[in-house]
């Protein structure tokens, strides 16, 4: 006797694949073993091994389904994240020149400002051009590989990015509390020793999250419901435990977040009480203003990643949870050019001789 629902495969499946899962035709399958199970010593074992519905360990490709599925609306959608990609390298790239080629602008502040600006080129190539790429060719679809590289590196200038904020902290710490021995403790060595150290603190966390995907298996449903390989909800769609995963998580966040996040707090709460005992109000003025630009970057970054924490544990829609993400991924890296270059004289001043020697050379 042929069944012929025996033989509808999961989509992306093949016949000669024994993880791939069957359509959830419970009565069906129900039924039949129930049939079979009187005359299983009459049947092949490896037919009988295919009426087991089971999971899908050996996932080739994920599907990103972006912002919106309207059609309409992806050209629109398209524009306006080149354009913002655009001025994310050019704006950050800009700040990175002029901090190189302004001698007045080689000291530690501005030192950790360009790796930041580098970071945000980073961070924000490792998932636009993939979205671009998908809408401008109609194909949602990642590979596996992609998808564990895109979780890697997003992970990887996020942490980058966090140890950084912190060890700027640091440094507006030094300079205002301890301004006698500033060059003394934020030497060339320490700040190289400072990046280096965020380096390799940023991959180990990347590389532990990442490794531990590797472990999970996935179900047929294979659907991201964002413009990128997020973390979390490539977890949501694993088949198997997550547990260790989401501990791991937990375990990270506290220590490799929370900790420069905490440092920030105490460094700021001592440059305030520092600044407030400061008798002049143009003395305070000045000791606000270097840290002013510092300030708003991280209230952005912070600011974003909680707010996108706060939406996914209240709402439910997918699509609000990609706008959110477009928050602490997208907005931050393209603001801080703006924040720096508008709110810092010295910037302004060295980009506008960055500009004249250009245009002397043309």
């Known amino acids: 006797m042929i069944f012929p629902n025996m033989f509808l495969l999961a989509p992306g499946c093949n016949i000669t694949h024994r993880s791939c899962v069957f359509p959830e035709d419970k009565h069906f399958f129900s039924t039949f073993r129930a049939k079979t199970k009187r005359h299983s010593s009459q049947m092949p074992a490896r037919f009988i091994n295919y009426l087991e519905p089971r999971n899908q360990t050996g996932v080739s490709k994920f599907l990103l389904l972006g912002l919106t599925e309207d059609p309409e609306l992806q050209p629109l959608i398209f524009r306006l994240f080149l354009i913002m990609y655009l001025v994310t390298v050019l704006g950050n790239l800009l700040i990175v020149l002029a901090v190189t080629c302004d001698s007045h602008l080689q000291t530690p502040m501005y030192f950790f400002l360009s790796n930041l600006s580098l970071n945000d080129i980073y961070l924000s190539t490792t998932t636009i051009p993939q ?40 440094d507006r710490y030094v300079a ?47 659907e991201i419901p964002q413009f990128f390989c997020e973390l979390a909800q490539v977890l949501n769609l694993a088949c198997s435990s997550t547990l260790i995963n989401n501990i791991l998580i937990y375990f990270s966040a506290c220590m490799f977040f929370g900790v420069p996040l905490c440092g920030i707090i105490f460094s700021y709460t001592k440059i305030v009480s520092s600044v407030l005992s400061i008798p002049s109000a143009d003395g305070k003025y000045k000791a606000f203003s270097t840290c002013g630009s510092h300030l708003s970057v ?40 703006f924040i720096y270059s508008l709110r810092n004289r010295d910037i302004k001043v060295s980009l506008r001789k960055l500009f004249g020697r250009i245009l002397f050379l043309e």
């Open 176 to 222: 205002i509390c301890y301004p006698l021995r500033y060059t003394v403790i934020m030497n060339p060595c320490f700040c190289s020793l400072l990046i280096l150290l965020s380096w390799v603190l940023s991959v180990m966390v990347a590389l532990l999250h990442s490794l531990m995907v590797l472990r999970l298996s996935f179900c047929t449903d294979l």
């Open 298 to 337: 991280v209230s952005l970054f912070y600011g974003t990643s909680v707010g996108v924490y706060i939406s996914s544990v209240f709402t439910q829609s997918s699509i609000r949870t990609a706008v959110a993400s477009v928050m602490y991924i997208v907005v931050p890296q393209m603001m801080n050019p």
């Open 131 to 170: 979205m671009l790429m998908n809408i401008q060719t109609h194909n949602e679809s990642i590979t596996f590989t992609g998808c564990l590289c895109q979780i890697f590196f997003v992970l990887v200038f996020c942490s980058f990015e966090n140890f950084l904020l912190g060890a700027m902290a640091y």
